[in-house]
């Protein structure tokens, strides 16, 4: 649950980035309930809608996610669930957010997404000006759908590049859409000063990971199966690739059977590059002081660690350079006062 009010207040005085976190995963109960009255549909109460948040394996939770989507129709939706986001992080001192849209969800619904993104920034301008929290967006197209779908994604986010959208990723099944297949759709993202980053060893092995270095991505989400691959743990802890680690996440989809055996910790200790994320934090139950708190009883991480993983988050960000100094200076000046 989310425990932010019990956990120890130097995790909630911690700066923190969060640059793994779904738009569409973070809409709360409560606020889907108001969609759905906003909309006239059926189901409404707060236990019916609480209960399209169980699911019992990952596919059953890609559906789910499928479904909440469904509730957001307008650009007032969309303006809603940013600027109530945004209010959380501010709740948690989450001071900078990278957040994933699926723009390929929207295609695929056929709406209008240049009207959804004008709903988007004004959820985001409301919530900076209110909360003083920064946000970026990175446009996350649907691995199963196909690479021309993807690219469709990538020509938004082109379109909205000077807009605050600052990366390109795939999300999804990855059985169902190999990296290979992306090559182009990667490259041209590139080509367009987009950053990179991809969902890979979440559902799928090691190669998914090498996949994804092939592509450059400059970050890799999950990267929960590197660890049956020692060629590829010392690839990435020397080139510091940050990991968007969701630990929460990967045990509620059951890509990581026993949160015991995440794999976190043993990362660390090769000396990865980590962050700490959510993923989808209403959909998981979860916030991102929890995933602080949790890494810190279940494998020990000192206070000192968490320090350095909340650093990591501002490090591995995609804010411009003169953005990320003044971050990290304000980070160093908030530490080593406290
Ligand atoms: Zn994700």
Redesign the pocket.
Same mark, same amino acid.
């Given at each position: 649950m989310h425990s932010g009010s019990a956990a120890k207040p130097f995790l909630l005085a911690l700066p923190k980035a969060e640059l @793994?976190l @779904?738009l569409e995963g973070s809409i709360e109960p409560s606020t889907l309930v108001e969609l759905r009255q906003r909309h006239g549909m059926d189901g409404a109460s707060l236990a019916e809608v609480e209960q399209l948040y169980h699911y019992a394996d990952f596919t059953g939770f890609l559906m789910a996610f499928k479904d909440v989507t469904g509730h957001l129709r307008t650009p007032e939706d969309y303006e809603l669930i940013t600027y109530r986001l945004m209010e959380r992080l501010k709740s948690e001192n989450v001071l900078h957010a990278e957040v994933?849209v699926s723009a390929g969800v929207c295609l695929w619904r056929k709406q209008d997404f240049a009207a959804i993104f004008a709903g988007l920034e004004r959820g985001r301008v409301r919530g900076e000006r209110d909360f003083g929290v920064s946000l970026l967006w990175i446009f996350d197209a649907v691995r199963q759908f196909g690479v021309e779908k993807a690219e469709k994604v990538v020509d938004l986010a082109i379109q909205f590049r000077e807009r605050n959208v600052v990366g390109f990723g795939i /999300?999804g099944d990855e059985r169902q859409g190999p990296p290979e297949l992306f090559k182009a759709v990667y490259a041209r993202a590139a080509d367009h000063g987009l950053h990179l980053t991809a @969902?890979a060893g979440e559902n799928d092995g090691p190669e998914s990971i090498w996949g994804a270095l092939n592509l450059k991505a400059e970050r890799i /989400?999950h990267g929960l199966t590197a660890e049956q691959d020692p060629e590829l743990i010392e690839e990435l802890a020397e080139r510091q690739i940050p990991i968007e680690i969701c630990v929460t996440s990967n045990v509620r989809t059951g890509c990581c059977a026993d949160l015991a055996k995440h794999p976190v910790r043993r990362y660390f200790d090769e000396g990865l590059m980590l962050t700490l994320n959510t993923?989808d934090p209403a959909m998981f139950r979860t916030s991102l002081v929890e995933e602080y708190r949790l890494v810190q009883e279940t494998f020990g991480f000192s206070d000192e660690h968490l320090r350095e993983l909340a650093r990591n988050s501002f490090e591995a960000s995609f804010l411009p350079p003169d953005k990320k100094v003044q971050f990290l200076d304000l980070f160093d000046a908030t530490v080593l006062r406290s």
């Open positions: @793994h @779904h994933f /999300g @969902h /989400g993923d």
